[in-house]
């Protein structure tokens, strides 16, 4: 093995992307991500048709991705994929796939827990971008997570908030559908958000005890409240579109930045990263900002391309993973649920 080069090979698969990339010792060479179309008519991820897509992209992702770094597999040190959490079904195909690639190879196989991953995506070399010191605070959300985890080292994580019942991107989702928007919404409530005023119309906060979140309840209000509204004016979403995106884009904000503000009290913690598909929302990546000078805060968001489901984030992690020899074996098996 080249001792100054360390070449991982990361795959994800959790859910409806199939992405694959190559680090060398830490530094992204190529992130390729195949994206699944199909699901936008269903309005939601259908986990049948997300698996049979994995397994018709798996193959030609990764070689694509080794062709994009310019290495070749005989060159790989390692294999890290994602465990769990995610869809059974997708999982499986990474995990097949990259423990009988380890197996053809003879190279270490490496899992690795996805929600860890959304947070070691700080940690990828980039030059621009500053990596969080310990300890730092964690908010990993997306379409189907809302944590907020105290991070004391690269693998010792504590969940010290999450939600209690749907994610705050499937409460993006779901409104916008309820809006008549296409699937995914939320990139499309956070477009429109951006012209309208976010005080035009109220909607409830969830009354839930210290670092925990609800969103079911959020959801029920918008339905209710747009019900009401198209029975007065059939052509009230339509007149009201970028308002009703930026009030409801307010609200979840205002909800996230709470909870930040509370955790950060009671650990004294003043260093928050972002991660997963919704750090991508530029209302968001605002309110951090601006809890900056509001609260003293030092702020990380990572690199727009390692927000959303991607290989690279599975990379780090396995590249942190292989410095200190913490491989698994052939018996490993993907898991839905799976705990930090």
């Known amino acids: 093995m080249d001792q100054q080069k360390i070449y991982i090979l990361g795959i994800e698969s959790s859910c409806d992307d199939t992405s694959a990339a190559i680090l060398c010792n830490g530094k992204v060479l190529s992130n390729v991500v195949a994206s699944q179309k199909i699901h936008e008519q269903y309005g939601g991820v259908v986990p049948e048709l997300a698996s049979r897509a994995h397994q018709q ?25 994602t465990r769990g959490p995610g869809l059974m079904g997708s999982l499986l195909v ?10 053809a190879l ?16 700080h940690f990828i070399e980039e030059e621009e971008f500053d990596k969080p010191e310990f300890p730092f605070l964690a908010m990993t959300i997306s379409g189907g997570h809302t944590q907020i ?12 908030g999450e939600t209690l019942d749907d994610a705050v991107g499937e409460a993006f989702d779901k409104s916008a559908k309820i809006f008549g928007l296409p699937y995914p919404g939320g990139p499309l409530i956070d477009k429109y958000a951006k012209l309208g005023n976010p005080k035009a119309f109220l909607f409830p906060k969830p009354k839930v005890g210290e670092l925990n979140f609800s969103f079911s309840g959020l959801k029920t209000s918008v339905l209710y409240f747009t019900q009401k509204k198209l029975k007065e004016n059939p052509n009230f979403i339509e007149e009201n579109l970028n308002d009703i995106c930026a009030s409801l884009q307010h609200t979840i904000i205002n909800i996230l930045v709470d909870k930040l503000k509370k955790a950060s009290k009671q650990t004294g913690i003043k260093r928050i990263a972002i991660g997963g598909g919704v750090s991508a929302n530029s209302g968001i990546r605002a309110a951090l900002k601006e809890g900056e000078h509001k ?10 391309e390692y927000t ?7 990379g780090i992690v396995g590249y942190l993973k292989f410095l200190k020899k913490d491989f698994t074996d052939m018996s490993v098996v993907a898991k839905s649920r799976i705990k930090f």
């Open 94 to 103: 990474g995990t097949s796939f990259a423990k009988s690639l380890a197996l």
């Open 57 to 81: 992209n798996i193959v030609p992702v990764i070689d694509q991705a080794l062709k994009q770094a310019g290495i070749d597999k005989k060159q790989l040190d390692g294999i890290a994929f």
């Open 308 to 314: 959303t489901d991607n290989a690279a984030m599975i």
């Open 106 to 121: 003879d190279i270490p196989l490496i899992d690795v827990n996805h929600m860890q991953a959304h947070i070691l995506a």
């Open 295 to 304: 609260f003293g805060w030092k702020t990380f968001v990572p690199k727009f």
């Open 149 to 160: 985890v105290k991070v004391d080292n690269y693998f010792d994580m504590e969940v010290i």
